[in-house]
C-alpha cells in the first residue's frame, strides 16, 4: 500500500499501524491463491464472451417491448446465452423474479406434484426457503410446498459430508421422492461450500440409484467462481439471484433458472400460469443491464473472492476462527468469521456499512427481516439495494455469533471495508 493511502485511512478511519501490517503479512499469504483466482476469471471471461457471439448480439438486444412482451429478443436471446455460459439445455432469466428465494421457489413448485416428496440432502435448506417449503414452524395458511400436499425430507450432513448410506436408503425407499435439493452455498451455516467435484460425486451417487429424480441445485453465490456450473456435472436444475455473482453488480433485479428443457418449462409456467411460460413478459428496459452484467460478472465475482480471502487470512492473523480457511477450495463468495461475541459481531458490520460508498454514514442495527427467523444484522451500503455482490455482511444474531462477509465490486473497496470493521472490533 502506498505511504499516501495509509495516511489517508489513517486520517479518515481512524485505521493503525498495527492494521497495516496485518494486511500486508495477509496480502502475501494469499498472493498464490490470487493467481488461481486470475486463471478462472480468465477461463469464465472467455466462456461468456464465446456465449455471446455464438448468439449474435447486438444492439437491438437491448430495446424492450411492452404488454404482453411477446417476442421480446432481448429476454429470449438472453435465456439462451445464460443457458450456453451455464452448460444446460435451457434458461428462464427474468427481471420479474424478485430475487432469488422467489427464482428457487419457482423451480420447486413448477417441478413437483401433490404427494411427491423434496428430498433435502446437503441438511437444511436455506432460511427463506423453508417457508416455501413449509418447515418453518409457522403453519400458516399461505401456499407453501407443503399446504399444497408436497412432503418433505431431509438428510443431514455427516463430518460436514453427504451421508451416502442414508440417500441411498431413501433413494431405494421412498418412490414419492421427485426432487432432490443441493445447496451449493453455505447459507447461514459452518461448513464449506460444496465444490463442483463434491456435488458432481454426489449427482453421479443419486442418479446411479434413481436415474428418474430431478437434482435441483441451489446456486446461490456459487457462479463463477469455478469454471464449471452444477449443470454441468449432471445437475437437472438450478436456480439463483442476479442480485448475487451472475448480475455482476449491474443488473438491477432478477433471478434465473437453468437446466434440463422440460424442468425449465415446467417453471416457467409458475412464474406466468400454464398455457403463457416464458413467452409473456415484458423487460422494462433492463436488457442491456442484464447483459451487461453478465458479461463483466466474471470478473467481478473473482474480486468479491479476493476480498473473502482476504478476509479470512487478516481476521485469522487477528485470531479469530474463519471457514474458509484462506487456503480451502473455494466455490462461492462467503466468508464467514465467527465472534463467539455479540458486540463484536455488531461492530464488525458495522465497520462495513462505514466503509460503503453509499449510506456510509447509518449504522445497521439487528431487525426482523421478513424470511427469517432470527434477528439479522446487514451491512449493506450498496447501489442495488441489497445486492450482496457489492461489499456486504450479515449476520442472524444467534450464537455462536457468527458474521458472514461477501461481495466487494472492486477488491480495493472490500480490503478498505475489512480493514475499517477490523479496526472497530480491535479499538472497541
Ligand atoms: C441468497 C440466497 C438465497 C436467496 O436469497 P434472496 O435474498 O431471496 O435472493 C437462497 N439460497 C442461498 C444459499 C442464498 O445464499
Known amino acids: 500500500m502506498l505511504k499516501v493511502t495509509e495516511e489517508l485511512l489513517k486520517i479518515r478511519y481512524k485505521i493503525n499501524n498495527n492494521i497495516f501490517k496485518l494486511s500486508d503479512k495477509a496480502l502475501a499469504d494469499v498472493e498464490e491463491q490470487f493467481k488461481k483466482f486470475d486463471e478462472i476469471r480468465e477461463f469464465n471471461q472467455n466462456k461468456v464472451l464465446a456465449a455471446f457471439q455464438e448468439e449474435r448480439i447486438s444492439d437491438s438486444h437491448f430495446t424492450n417491448t411492452t404488454g404482453y412482451g411477446y417476442d421480446d429478443m432481448g429476454r429470449d436471446s438472453l435465456d439462451k446465452v445464460y443457458a450456453r455460459v451455464l452448460g444446460a439445455e435451457a434458461a428462464l432469466v427474468r427481471p420479474h423474479f424478485v430475487n432469488g428465494t422467489h427464482a428457487l421457489g419457482t423451480a420447486l413448485f413448477g417441478n413437483l406434484r401433490p404427494s411427491d416428496t423434496l428430498l433435502a440432502v446437503s441438511g437444511t435448506p436455506y432460511d427463506t426457503l423453508q417457508s416455501v417449503i413449509g418447515i418453518d414452524g409457522k403453519n400458516e395458511r399461505n401456499g407453501s410446498l407443503k399446504e399444497y400436499g408436497v412432503k418433505y425430507k431431509q438428510i443431514d450432513l455427516r463430518n460436514g459430508g453427504f451421508d451416502f448410506d442414508s440417500i441411498e436408503k431413501e433413494l431405494k425407499n421412498d418412490k414419492s421422492i421427485k426432487v432432490i435439493h443441493l445447496q451449493r452455498s453455505t447459507g447461514y451455516g459452518w461448513r464449506n461450500a460444496f465444490t463442483i467435484e463434491q456435488l458432481e460425486e454426489v449427482i453421479k451417487f443419486i442418479k446411479e440409484i434413481r436415474n428418474d429424480v ?215
Open 214 to 428: 430431478i437434482v435441483f441445485v441451489d446456486n446461490c453465490y456459487g457462479e463463477f467462481v469455478d469454471v464449471k456450473e452444477p449443470t454441468e456435472v449432471g445437475a437437472d436444475l438450478i436456480a439463483g439471484s442476479l442480485i448475487k455473482n451472475i448480475g455482476g453488480g449491474i443488473a438491477p433485479t432478477g433471478g434465473y433458472i437453468a437446466g434440463r428443457k422440460d424442468c425449465v418449462e415446467q417453471a416457467s409456467y409458475r412464474l406466468t400460469v400454464p398455457g403463457i411460460g416464458a413467452e409473456c413478459g415484458s423487460t422494462f428496459g433492463v436488457m442491456r443491464s442484464m447483459y451487461q452484467g453478465l458479461f463483466l460478472a466474471p470478473h467481478i465475482t473473482m474480486e468479491a473472492v479476493k476480498g473473502a480471502t482476504f478476509c479470512s487470512r487478516i481476521m485469522e492473523l487477528a485470531g479469530f476462527e474463519v471457514l474458509p480457511k484462506y487456503t480451502d477450495k473455494r466455490s462461492d463468495i462467503i466468508q464467514a468469521i465467527k465472534f463467539n461475541d455479540k458486540i463484536k459481531l455488531i461492530n464488525f458490520c458495522k465497520g462495513i456499512q462505514a466503509g460503503s460508498p453509499i449510506d456510509s454514514f447509518v449504522e445497521c442495527e439487528p431487525w426482523d427481516m421478513p424470511g427469517y427467523n432470527d434477528q439479522v444484522i446487514m451491512a449493506a451500503g450498496a447501489f442495488i439495494q441489497g445486492s450482496s455482490i457489492e461489499l456486504s455482511a450479515d449476520a442472524p444474531i444467534r450464537e455462536p455469533y457468527i458474521a458472514y462477509l461477501q461481495g466487494g465490486l472492486t477488491f480495493d473497496h472490500a480490503k478498505i471495508g475489512i480493514l475499517i470493521a477490523l479496526s472497530k472490533i480491535l479499538n472497541s
